[in-house]
């Protein structure tokens, strides 16, 4: 199927400019699918009570990529949609999903993506998530995710999210429960300016002994725009968690950070690390010595560090 | 004036056995006072419409100490005091207060110490405060502190604040506000164990470029007690925080670690540290190969960090 301009505009950001109607995939379209693909490994089923799609990876799937980009142009839309993996014992999975709205017009885009992952024993999930907003309009991009994960023994998940820039206001809420031997890694990157609001929950609850979550937070708040983070750990067995929040504020910006660690059992180890500051000086002064406009020098900076 | 052998022995604990009825003092006893003293430079006046006294230290007091100390014995009691203290610019003083609970009987004994810190410009002040329970009644011991400090520019405010043992409840509240270049350190001790419950929120508001603070925290949870902490820094200004909050979790215990960390302006720099974890295990081989046994070193140990 022909994609317009405007939409693989879109997708080659929120998407990594890599995706084609092969292989398992769903693109969805101002609130409705508008391709899908199958593997003989994954099969992609839309719901038929709510909007939506029944993601089924099963187990001999190794190292495939699923890709479920949505895209939303339409001013004054609002699309909720309800995303459910069931990823089977062993499997090895890439799920690449985003969403990227295209605002020309005066009323608000809004997309919340709800998604859950039931994730078998052993098996391996990378799953990628960009957010992007554009388009000159005057009405809001608005995107509020919410991510469940149901971790089962000693499988692994990759949580990797990114919102790059363009989004009005974001409102996040990440859960996650894991049994014995469940991996976690979470990599959230966030940017934000002019007026922007963007805020980010996220529980995570160790239930199995031997589970261990890596969290690491890394954000830049530029205008007048304001961040708050609150992500939290709760340690209900014998297991280890590390949070790390670091942010860099300009301009008038406002960040916040509310880690809260909880232990609830013995041998729980839970450790928090989180940083708010300006740029530093001494990069500044040394990629101005290099010949580089002061703005030149900051946008090198921010997007090493949210790189 | 002649003061009881369970007094004594209770003053001993939460005023480092150094309490003299000698220069500034004020004992308060079962919800009176019992005795007190000024001294040249530091003037001590009886509330006339509330339980409590007002302190002023004029600015030419330098490197005195005034001792408030506060003992409850009387099972069945609540005790509300409101204590003020007006310290000129340029003072220098150090502050004994603390609060010990002997409770024998089986009605709860309860003392909530309200206390406000107007610090002068310049001033330098030391406030230590300990808390502490005993006796063999099933009534519980409860303490509530509240703590409001108004730091003026350039003043220095140490707070140095231990909750020993035996204090069954404990909610403690503090407030600081600071104005240009003053600088605040604190450090809080706290032990909890049985069933015994603690709190302790703080709301650290940097209002003055230069202000900084320094934050360090440690506890030692124990038996099926239970631990919150909720410090809250908010650079308003060009301003520094560090906070730090290290806890080790012992048998059925549980500790909870909240920090809010809010920088509200380009040049406020807050960093935050927390960590939960059991008793260092490489420290407890090496001290029973030294001959203790499991008890003795996990004292030790315990009493090291709490230090």
Redesign the interface.
């Known amino acids: 199927m022909e994609i317009d301009k405007i939409t693989q505009g879109v997708l080659n950001v929120i998407d990594n400019g890599t995706f084609k109607q092969e292989g398992a995939y769903n693109l969805r379209y101002n609130g409705q699918p508008l391709c899908h693909g199958d593997s003989e490994h994954i099969k992609i089923k839309s719901k038929t009570d709510k909007n939506g799609i029944d993601v089924f990876i099963d187990g001999n799937t190794k190292g495939e990529q699923v890709h479920i980009p949505v895209v939303v142009t339409a001013s004054g839309m609002t699309d909720v949609v309800y995303n459910d993996f069931y990823i089977a014992e062993g499997a090895e999975v890439v799920i690449v999903a985003g969403c990227g709205i295209h605002n020309a017009g005066c009323d608000n885009a809004r997309h919340d993506g709800i998604h859950s992952f039931h994730v078998g024993k052993g098996a391996n999930v990378r799953y990628e998530e960009k957010h992007y907003g554009e388009g000159d309009g005057t009405g809001e991009r608005i995107l509020n995710p919410v991510t469940k994960i149901y971790m089962d023994e000693n499988s692994v998940f990759t949580l990797d999210t990114a919102q790059i820039k363009g989004v009005d206001s974001s409102i996040r809420e990440t859960e996650i429960t894991m049994e014995a031997g469940a991996k976690l890694f979470v990599t959230e990157r966030l940017m934000t300016h002019d007026k922007q609001n963007a805020v980010s929950n996220m529980e995570i609850q160790m239930n199995g002994d031997g589970s261990s979550a890596k969290i690491a937070s890394r954000s830049v708040a530029k205008g007048q725009s304001s961040q708050t983070f609150h992500p939290k750990a709760i ?1 209900n067995a014998a297991c280890h968690a590390h949070v790390q929040c670091d ?1 860099i ?30 740029i530093n000086n001494e990069q500044l002064i040394k990629l101005r010595t290099l010949g580089m406009t002061e703005e030149e020098a900051e946008a090198v900076i921010v997007d090493a560090f949210l790189d």
């Not at 910006?253 to 660690?261: D, T």
């Open positions: 340690g942010s504020i300009m301009d008038k910006a406002e960040v916040c950070s509310i880690p809260e660690i909880n232990a609830r059992h013995i041998d729980a180890s839970i450790i928090h690390e989180a940083a708010i500051g300006r």
